[in-house]
């Protein structure tokens, strides 16, 4: 199915959890923010929240900067 994730359209299995896309897609960051339809995942959800075709979602790090 697909999905779009930080503005590109993307193709996930079914049954891919909101986890599951991090891990897959931030390469060892720890500290991300998630986004689904405009809502905030809060963390404690992440493993129990499936995605579905058509989410939009914002995977999003912290930058350092001033």
Not at 19 to 30: D, I, M, N, S
Not at 50 to 60: K, Q, R
């Amino acid at each position: 199915m697909q999905v779009r994730v930080n503005g590109t359209a993307v193709d996930v299995a079914d049954g891919t959890t909101v986890a599951g896309l991090v891990a897959a897609r931030t390469e060892g960051h720890g500290r991300v923010a998630v986004a689904r339809n405009g809502d905030v995942v809060p963390r404690s959800t992440w493993e129990t929240t499936t995605l579905a075709a058509g989410d939009v979602l914002e995977v999003l790090a912290p930058t350092a900067g001033g």
